[in-house]
């Protein structure tokens, strides 16, 4: 099975080099022309704690996607998601299933605004990305990604890429849809907290009140779920936070660079996402509620 990473920023450009030094046959697309150059030119280098390496894997703009690709990893931010489909439609037309591993919540809803259900597969990846420099990226912990397709009809299918994948901890899992809360409770947290301070992780670990206001914003995060009937668990949500705070205290997540480089966050697909769908089902969840306007605040003051 030929595979494409469609937005080969860090994230995906390491996914694409584990898989690639699997063997598998995988290339990236992604609009920045820079790291396409030097991924083509020299590899990509990859650091990880198993050491340093450069890694052959083709590279090239979304519209040059190679015509027989069978599956998509999609890994753009989420409000690229269309443009970014669009740019390989001819392939999904021709049959190609897309796996969404993006951040937030409602991605699968959101691709199929482009591809058919039976294409889709959704889940969750905990893979830690850095970018450092064109064509040179870094992973700091081992990874593992659970999924499953939109539609059960496709259990089968899905299944059988798991088998391929499992190289580099891809697992098929009927509760991915828990796996993808559970992470949107810990990014709701992290992330928009850092984004918010303007600091690393460490920022929070070092703050007495730090720990319990990243915990409360992750519960509001999880009685939602819970409410929609997912067996989302707050202690593994918890720990999660926790490994983070003592060991992860140079991250700087996603949120934070993002806000740094005056770019778009996804903070509507995450604690704006939550507030919305508590307000529905009846349920107060003020911090993310707050998150989300001063994340948008910050964003729009920056932008002027």
Not at 29 to 54: C, F, K, Y
Not at 103 to 127: D, P, Y
Not at 266 to 271: M, V
Request: net charge negative.
């Amino acid at each position: 099975m030929k595979i494409a990473i469609l937005g080969a920023g860090a994230l995906g450009s390491v996914i694409g080099g584990l898989m690639a030094e699997q063997g598998i046959d995988v290339c990236l697309l992604d609009v920045n022309h820079v790291h396409i150059d030097a991924i083509n030119q020299s590899g990509l280098q990859l650091d990880t704690p198993e050491g340093t390496r450069r890694i052959a894997i083709p590279a090239m703009r979304p519209e040059q996607c190679p015509g027989d690709v069978e599956l998509i990893l999609l890994l753009t931010k989420i409000f690229h998601t269309d443009a970014a489909l669009a740019a390989v439609q001819p392939v999904i037309d021709a049959g190609a299933r897309v796996l969404t591993i993006q951040n937030g919540l409602g991605n699968a809803e959101r691709v199929a605004r482009s591809v058919a259900e039976a294409q889709i597969l959704m889940g969750s990846t905990m893979i830690p990305g850095g970018y450092v420099g064109p064509g040179h990226v870094s992973s700091a912990a081992q990874s593992w990604t659970v999924f499953k397709p939109m539609l059960d009809a496709q259990n089968g299918e899905a299944e059988a890429i798991a088998k391929m994948l499992a190289p580099v901890g891809f697992k098929y899992s009927a509760d991915a849809e828990v796996q993808i809360w559970q992470k949107a409770a810990f990014n709701c947290a992290m992330n928009a907290t850092c984004g918010l301070i303007g600091r690393m992780v460490g920022a929070i670990s070092a703050d007495p009140e730090g720990r319990g206001l990243v915990r409360a914003i992750a519960d509001e995060v999880v009685a939602v779920a819970q409410a929609k009937g997912l067996a989302v668990e707050g202690d593994a949500v918890h720990q999660h936070i926790d490994v983070a705070l003592a060991e992860h205290t140079s991250h700087k997540p996603s949120m934070l660079q993002d806000l740094e480089a005056g770019r778009e966050t996804e903070i509507e697909a995450l604690c704006g996402e939550v507030a919305r769908q508590a307000a529905a089902l009846k349920l107060a969840a003020p911090l993310n509620a707050a998150l989300a306007t001063l994340i948008g605040m910050k964003s729009r003051a920056a932008s002027v």
